[in-house]
Each structure stands twice: as C-alpha cells, then as structure tokens.
C-alpha cells in the first residue's frame, strides 16, 4: 500500500512537473485526483493501459502529441457569457468612451483576450461592440488566444449548447444573435467575423501578437506562480500604451506583483500603466449592455475564478446583416444552478 502510493506520488510529480514546463500550471498536492478523472480518457485513447503506462510514454520524450494532450487535459477551461458582468460594465461604460475619444482620428482599436477558451469572452464584448451604436465607422480588432486547440475551434464555431447560453447571456442577446441548430445555438456569422482566435502560450514571448489597447487576462493568472505573473505582466505592459487597459479576474491583482500596471481606482479589475492617463472615467451615456438588456431582463450571474488577427469593421447605420430568421422558441431564464 504504502508503494503503491509513493508510485502515484512520483507520478504526480513527473506529470505536474510536466504541465507546468509546458503551461505554467501549477497543479497542488490536492490535485491528484484530477489524474485518474482527466488523463484515464487520454491512456485510452492512445491504447495504453493506465497512468503508469502513460507517464512512462511520456517520459520517454518522443511524443509530443500525447504531451500536448496531457496539458490540454490538466488546465481549466471555465467560460460563461458576461462573466462576472463587472468587467463588462467598465468596457462599457469607462474603457470604450475613453479610447473612442483619444483615438478619433484613427478610428481604431486593438482588443486581446489572451485566455479566450470557447470564445464566450471575447464574443460577449463583440455583442457589447456590435449593439453600440457609437461604434459605427470604427474598426475592431478583436484577437482570442488559448493553449488548447481543442477549444479555439470550438470557439471559431460559435456553437454553444442550451446549458452554456443559459449561464450569464441575457435572453435579448440570445435572440438578437444566435440561431437555434437542433439542440445548439450558434453565434451570428456577423460577430464570429469580428473576432480572431490563435493559439498561444503566455509562457513564451509575445510580442508577435503586436500592440493592444485593452487586454482581458482574467481567471488565468492564478494558476501560476509569482514569478511566471511578474514575467507575464510585464510582457502585457511592454504591448500597451500608457492608457491600455487591462481587466483580470476578481481574484487577481497587480499589486505585490509588478509595478508595470498600477490599480484603476473606483474600478474593480482594472489596471493600466498610468492610471492618469485615462481621465475622470466619465461614461457614456448609455451602457450598451443595459441598453440590450433593458430593464427587468435577467443579469450575468456574478463569478470569479478563470491564423492571424483581422479587421472588423462595423457596417453603416441600416446596413443588413443577412441573419438566418430566429425559430420560435423561448429559452427560459437561467435557474439559481447557472448563478453560483
């Protein structure tokens, strides 16, 4: 018995070892269980007999497929629609009036969501873009990076069961931009063109991705250590302009980190190079999430955790879009299940 768990122990330890060389995962001692529920699928898909068997094809160093399976297993893809809301709101009602008044003339802005899993993210803001009528006339560039190949095609597709639209979309969304494909919902053409996905490492340099205005990396660098969030951030930093923004998730922070990003005050999340740079945060005059949603419709549940780019520009006022009709059918509100 007591071998049996020294085993497992060396185990964990070459296979933590592993996905954390690869992806800055740092998997704790309470995470062996993970190995038995995550990675028994991948030994049976490669035929071999369990754990041990797996780990000893690993270490062998030849297979760099089954390594990225290993990785692609072990890390966390947690998304939902408007996670969390809070970060939405102050895209909404801070960061966008801000870079469409400093950067008028160009017309332009450049927007990365660096840990983009199956897109909810990144097509929550281009819904927030697409229904502001402000935007007409601007270019959007909206980039969306993941380790994992498996969900950044997921992503590309746009396809979302009724589980996943039900977690945070606010129904008016769900009808204005998706269309019901059996026991799916797939996002509108128009928005998946709006936005890019890509993979990438954040553990390896990143600076062919160009410069951003605003960086969504949130829920991801908890899962790192100190020194992999320092190097990370400061990489961020170097992409940005003194007023980029960038949003993490409620349980991260900047501050004991890095002085590269200092706090937003009054904006929870919110950190950019020089916080003066963006002004008295006055907003706009209508939210364009609580002008979609209106009065009464359903919230985002509240939450903390986790090719090339291309232009998007938005079409003219009364432009058409060419949407499939919407069948009819009425998704019912999201339970107290989807809220935790």
Wanted: hydrophobic share 40%.
């Amino acid at each position: 018995m007591e071998e049996d768990r020294d085993d497992t122990r060396r185990e964990f330890d070459f296979l933590s070892g592993l996905v954390r060389k690869r992806s800055g995962l740092v998997l704790s001692n309470d995470k062996t269980y993970l190995l038995e529920s995550r990675l028994t699928p991948i030994a049976r898909k490669n035929n071999l007999g369990g754990i041990s068997e797996l780990v000893s094809a690993l270490r062998m160093g030849s297979n760099e497929a089954l390594a990225a399976d290993v990785t692609e297993a072990m890390t966390t893809n947690e998304s939902f629609f408007f996670r969390d809301k809070t970060p939405f709101d102050i895209f909404s009602d801070r960061i966008l009036p801000h870079m469409m008044k400093t950067r008028a003339g160009q017309r332009k802005l450049r927007v990365w969501s660096a840990a983009a899993s199956t897109g909810q993210e990144i097509y929550s803001l281009a819904m927030l873009i697409d229904n502001n009528p402000a935007t007409t006339g601007w270019a959007f560039d909206l980039l969306g990076t993941d380790l994992s190949r498996e969900v950044l095609e997921r992503a590309r597709q746009g396809m979302y069961t009724q589980f996943e639209v039900q977690r945070g979309l606010p129904i008016q969304l769900l009808m204005k931009y998706f269309t019901q494909v059996g026991e799916t919902w797939q996002i509108d053409a128009k928005i998946r063109r709006m936005a890019q996905f890509k993979e990438n490492n954040l553990l390896e340099p990143l600076s062919h991705l160009g410069r951003f205005d605003i960086i969504f990396c949130r829920n991801v660098l908890i899962y790192f250590d100190q020194p992999t969030k320092k190097m990370i951030l400061e990489r961020m930093a170097d992409m940005m302009p003194d007023d980029g923004c960038l949003l993490l998730g409620a349980a991260e922070t900047v501050v004991g980190i890095t002085d590269a990003f200092k706090p937003v005050p009054g904006a929870r999340g919110l950190y950019a190079r020089k916080p003066e740079a963006l002004g008295d945060g006055a907003a706009p005059a209508a939210a364009p999430l609580k002008a979609a949603v209106g009065a009464g419709a359903p919230a985002a549940p509240a939450g903390a955790g986790m090719g090339s780019t291309g232009l998007a520009s938005r079409p003219a006022t009364g432009a058409t879009t060419g949407t499939a009709p919407r069948p009819s059918f009425t998704p019912t509100r999201p339970t107290s299940t989807f809220n935790r």
